[in-house]
């Protein structure tokens, strides 16, 4: 699947960790980080407790992507972000082809080197073991509205909206509005841990 690396995320942002494979229908129970060598200056690794997080968004709102889910869409070019070749980890477009259809992902070429996804995932999860709610998507990170507001402004005069890079919409396809994701992005920061790494350490997250 297609796993993030940190320099795909602003400095100093949450980073739901179980949700790094939130937008694809397979992942571990648990996933592990293990510091080699400390940071000189920074490098922290913010983590926020999802059931916890599930808890602190609203009812209406938590209903609203219970019903509704969530569609994640890429544009994978070479001119921004990254192109399919390094997602996929293939030249074969076939293979492209063949994942996406046992995936469930939707797909067109747009051109020879522009492919466009769609995804449409739960937005929640139960617990397999305990039966707790927790908040499982990453439509606040996809959002276009995650953007600085420059950078925002200088995509929307590049692009049209349909070739963002990345942006999340509701499963059937209508915006997921700003207030809406300032919310999500707000119950992260209530709940955000942060701890200084020692060499070593090792981390590991149901």
Request: glycine share 4%.
């Amino acid at each position: 699947g297609n796993i993030y690396t940190s320099t795909e995320y602003p400095a100093n942002q949450t980073i739901p960790l179980h949700n790094e494979m939130a937008y694809t229908h397979n992942w571990p129970l648990k996933i592990a980080f293990y510091c080699v060598t400390t940071a000189v200056q920074g490098g922290e690794t913010p983590i926020a407790d999802s059931r916890k997080v599930f808890a602190r968004i609203e009812p209406k709102i938590r209903e609203r992507f219970m019903q509704r889910k969530v569609m994640y869409v890429r544009n994978y070019r070479e001119d921004i972000d990254l192109p399919w070749s390094t997602v996929f980890q293939t030249q074969n477009k076939a293979e492209v082809e063949a994942y996406c259809r046992q995936a469930g992902i939707e797909f067109e070429w747009l051109d020879n080197n522009h492919l466009r996804t769609r995804e449409v995932c739960e937005a929640v999860r139960k617990h397999p073991v305990t039966g707790e709610m927790v908040w499982f998507n990453q439509a606040h990170l996809f959002h276009i509205s995650n953007l600085a507001p420059k950078l925002r402004a200088s995509l929307a005069v590049l692009y049209k909206e349909e070739h963002y890079p990345r942006n999340a919409y509701y499963g059937d396809g209508t915006p997921i509005e700003d207030a809406v994701l300032d919310h999500v992005r707000e119950a992260y920061r209530q709940e955000e841990i942060s701890f200084a790494w020692q060499d070593g350490d090792v981390l590991l997250l149901d």
